[in-house]
């Protein structure tokens, strides 16, 4: 057995605090940074290639879907090499593409640069985002997963709320090329520090047990804590029927819920001023971080997927009522309550993964999962797109969002935690 390696130093600062939340807290620095830029950063990306730049909506909104899809089949090809190599290499690398892309897609000028762009952004997004992100969390906590997940997953709110408008704002004043020459100089400065001299990967690696050895206080179920020991194999997560219904509900879901998102901006400013649409896209960002501090820890002890199933109605509801709504005060408490289900649908993704293939193979898992639901992220802006070309706006539209929230609702509810018996062909460590 190889001796414990030693804690960064930042754990002197620290001595009384277990290491796995300063992680949590460099994952949520993290998270501000990359998807601060790499999810909310699109929708402004969108409205400014096409108003800045004269490209056009449609062919804008595609490439938005190729980014998706692209996300989903990096998460896929990595999600094993983060179980077995570790995340940290990954994240250090996506954070240079990611520059890399936004230098790039500052100096588009025209349509053929766009695939290519996104596509370098897309992968740098995928390797510094929510897979390894997740996967050490997963492996640093189990019985208050929920609680450190909210906290890594806080900076991802807070990126939104305060990003749209920076980004909005570099923009008009210093135009398109200037602004993501900031943004990708500020992703490096925050991220590589984080990853070198914060983040790690195992807390076994350094003599320690997740939560701080103090699992037995929550009392897992058995089937939780067998799970989490298990090493899956790829086939035997998708035979699996709990992978595949979550799958389905989640692909629906994010279909819905990306769709609206990435037009939200140019949805908003039909409706009202420029600058209070970009604060409508700040209020989901908002909602977001509100809704997660009080939902997230309550999902350590209460059922993540009726949770998740409230949230589905609940998103499904708010998008009637923006669908409906003319006055700028609705439109901006709509957009509020919409943010409420975002961060924490994510978020339930992630803990669901984790209950229910473990912490050893949770990278595999979600890649799996990702490059489902990221490519029904990646239909999803598409697909509102024509729709509201269809029916000549966003209003009737936006009901049909509405109705596939609701379907995937009822879906969640039949995900439950595989038995050890259908589990027959996976490895145990």
């Known amino acids: 057995m190889k001796a414990p390696r030693s804690l960064p130093a930042l754990h002197r600062a620290f001595p009384n605090v277990f290491y796995g939340w300063l992680v949590a807290s460099g994952g949520s620095a993290m998270s501000f940074a990359v998807v601060g830029v790499g999810f909310y950063g699109l929708v402004v990306l969108l409205d400014a290639l096409v108003t800045e730049r004269g490209l056009a909506r449609d062919d804008v909104s595609l490439v938005t879907t190729v980014y998706w899809v692209v996300t989903g089949l990096v998460g896929l090809a990595i999600g094993r090499g983060v179980d077995r190599f570790g995340a940290r290499g990954f994240m250090a690398a996506g954070l240079l593409l990611m520059a890399a892309g936004l230098v790039w897609i500052g100096r588009i000028s025209s349509a053929v640069e766009i695939v290519p762009a996104y596509v370098l952004l897309a992968l740098g997004f995928s390797m510094a985002g929510a897979i390894p992100n997740g996967a050490i969390i997963t492996r640093w906590f189990v019985a208050k997963r929920a609680r450190a997940m909210t906290l890594s997953h806080t900076g991802v709110s807070l990126g939104g709320v305060l990003l749209v408008p920076l980004m909005t704002g570099w923009i008009q004043t210093h135009g398109l090329t200037v602004a993501l020459d900031r943004i990708a100089a500020m992703l490096l400065l925050m991220g590589l520090p984080i990853v070198i001299w914060v983040l790690r990967f195992d807390p076994h690696d350094f003599g320690l047990e997740p939560d701080d050895g103090e699992t ?205 018996a259908a589990a027959a062909g996976a490895i145990r460590r």
């Open 216 to 420: 037995a206080d929550a009392a897992p179920s058995r089937a939780v804590l067998t799970a989490q020991a298990r090493v899956w194999r790829r086939s035997d997560i998708l035979r699996s029927p709990s992978f595949q219904i979550l799958a389905a509900a989640y692909a629906l879901m994010l279909l819905c819920q990306v769709g609206y998102s990435m037009h939200q901006l140019a949805f908003l400013r039909e409706r009202m001023e420029v600058e209070l649409a970009a604060w409508g896209v700040s209020a989901v960002a908002f909602g977001s971080f509100s809704a997660r501090l009080v939902l997230g820890p309550l999902a350590d002890r209460l059922s993540k997927r009726r949770m998740a199933a409230g949230l589905f109605v609940f998103q499904a509801a708010m998008i009637v009522v923006l669908a409906n709504a003319e006055r700028p005060a609705v439109l901006l408490g709509a957009s509020l309550g919409f943010g409420f289900t975002v961060g924490t649908i994510f978020m339930l993704q992630a803990l669901l993964v984790g209950e229910l293939f473990g912490r050893v193979s949770f990278a595999t898992a979600m890649g799996l999962q990702q490059v489902v639901s990221q490519v029904a992220s990646g239909l999803g802006p598409a697909v509102l797109g024509l729709l509201a070309t269809a029916y000549g706006g966003y209003s009737i539209a936006l009901h049909w969002l509405a109705a596939g929230a609701l379907i995937a609702a009822v879906l969640i509810l039949g995900v439950r935690i595989p038995e050890p």
